[in-house]
T-cell receptor, first 115, second 109 residues
């Protein structure tokens, strides 16, 4: 297992288009998180899954955003009708619920540019 | 929401010097974590300190936590050029971590 993988690494899309990102967490990690990070800022929490259940969503996650984690394995984050303000780095992280001391393992992120 | 706030925003030191970064937060926490981020990359977990701990060490890292002042500090001793990165504190009070805006550290040879 090589860590958390995110695909694609970069995505350029035209305003109004839909985009979908994928995250493959560490296989034994039951918790999965999506964050968004803009230049000069820290990551902002978007949503959290425990296994396949989406347990928490930030109010940042407008109705244009949807996330899934079917079967508690990989996760997808879809943004519909993209806007220029959606341009950011989208980070995925995973963790194991009974190993809090290890913190989160982050992927390298997907950088979205909306033109 | 970003609960933690790091200070200073930017720090420039020479190799071999110590670097100290501070973090303040607003609400009760379960634990506080520090992460490092190299430019354009994901974050790497450095160290976690629980709310009932006051100090923790890991290699060249020393973290303190003062829950009465709602603050933490990260000390990197004998810094190296490879320590150049952004450092974030993150607080846990529920399911998710809340990150600050980070301290940008530059270590020059």
């Amino acid at each position: 297992d090589t860590g958390v993988s995110q695909d694609p690494r970069h995505k350029i899309t035209k305003r109004g288009q839909n985009v979908t990102f994928r995250c493959d967490p560490i296989s034994e990690h039951n918790r999965l998180y999506w964050y968004r990070q803009t230049l000069g800022q820290g990551p902002e929490f978007l949503t959290y899954f425990q296994n396949e259940a989406q347990l928490e969503k930030s109010r940042l996650l407008s109705d244009r955003f949807s996330a899934e984690r079917p079967k508690g394995s990989f996760s997808t984050l879809e943004i519909q009708r993209t806007e220029q303000g959606d341009s950011a780095m989208y980070l995925c992280a995973s963790s194991l619920s009974d190993r809090d001391d290890y913190g989160y393992t982050f992927g390298s992120g997907t950088r979205l540019t909306v033109v | 929401s970003q609960q933690g706030e790091e200070d200073p925003q930017a720090l420039s030191i020479q190799e071999g010097e110590n670097a100290t970064m501070n973090c303040s937060y607003k609400t009760s926490i379960n634990n506080l974590q520090w992460y490092r981020q190299n430019s354009g990359r994901g974050l790497v977990h450095l160290i976690l300190i629980r709310s009932n701990e006051r100090e923790k060490h890991s290699g060249r890292l020393r973290v303190t936590l003062d829950t009465s002042k709602k603050s933490s500090s990260l000390l990197i001793t004998a810094s190296r050029a490879a320590d150049t990165a952004s450092y974030f504190c993150a607080t846990s009070s529920g399911y998710a971590l809340n990150f600050g805006k980070g301290t940008s550290l530059l270590v020059t040879p």
